[in-house]
């Protein structure tokens, strides 16, 4: 890798990191400020939800406008969603109007899924050969928002009121920082498709081939268990009777998770194959489930929330190198809006249920749902596998 790919990856990473962080510190206290200050616990997940769905309306515009003005103007245009977003939240918190922190978690969701671009923005920083390892490296950045989305939320919780506002002044400026960091990365230029780039096929061509299907539905059923259980995990902490602070370190070791394997998931991918550590993303997933049907200890939580963590990353890294090869640069824009669309859809679905079935059901019976989830990801990863094995051997 040259010196200006990894300058590049690196702050590509940087604005992931602080990215990420921002997207950490807001589900903590929307979550728990909701929870306890405004006192709506059944719709604490509510403004994430809704930052789902502003996900899912924003990913065919953002990815279009990229395609047409590039990578940078499309990225930074989403800090400044971020920053009025942020900023919303901030202002229903203070004047404790539920309906403006949800307004403010639908235009955060057009910062997010900018954010969720910045892995299919790093294959185009690098030769194709370095495309799962440009993908890790660049989701390792959310190492760095696992320390300090958390510590930043348990640090600046308590220092105005009512609690959590200076948490959101925070995620403004760090939207800030991400705005001006992205001035710095050059990103290829646009360029207008030739002969050469082929002709673009129709959507649903795209979207029917059985590659596309599989790595949609491994990204669905990853995010959306990942959603699922970590949306109700700060609930289901403070309903069994441990501290709330107990939320901030269990999102810490659930972040760290998901984002300390992308250093080796690259590596991993490139020696066993991507459909081999999409599957052992299975395995780990339903291990967290093992591990958080075992019980509501401390410890329960916290090995259920890595391990949820650790399984996504697998995953979900290799539904996003395989949807990488099913599409033209011509159709870039519509085949990752398509992928993303889909993928947070699932998400928002799970977040929304995640906070009324928690409080209906309980931490136990989500466990046991969202195996659910994971199997059909699995018989998908499976069926693509002995499908690529049996079209080898015909």
Known sequence: MTRPMARNLLLLATCQALGQAVNTMMFTSTVLSISTILHIPDWATLPMTLQHLG???AVFPSSLLMQRMGRRFGFRTGSLFGMIG???CGLGLY???????CAG???L???VANLQMYRFAAVELVDSVLRPKAIAWVTAGGVVAAILGPTLARVTHDQMQPLYLATYITMVAMHAVIFTVMSFIRFPPVVAPTRADGVA???REIAMQ???IVAAIAGMMSFGTMSFLMSASPLAIVACGLPQTEAHSVILLHVLGMFVPAFFTGNLITRYGVLNIMFLGAVVLLAGVAAGSEGVDVWNFRIALMLNGVGWNFMFVGATTLVTTTYRPVERGKAQALNDFLVFGTTATCSLLAGLLQNRLGWLPLNVLSTALIGSATVAIVWLRFSRRHTAMA
Do not use: E, H, N, S
């Not at 004047?95 to 922190?101: C, D």
């Open 55 to 57: 996900v899912m309306l």
């Open 86 to 88: 942020a900023t919303t």
């Open 95 to 101: 004047f404790q109007q539920f309906l403006v922190m």
């Open 105 to 107: 978690g639908l235009i």
């Open 109 to 111: 969701g057009y910062a």
């Open 201 to 203: 096929r129709p959507l």
């Open 210 to 212: 059985p590659t596309y």
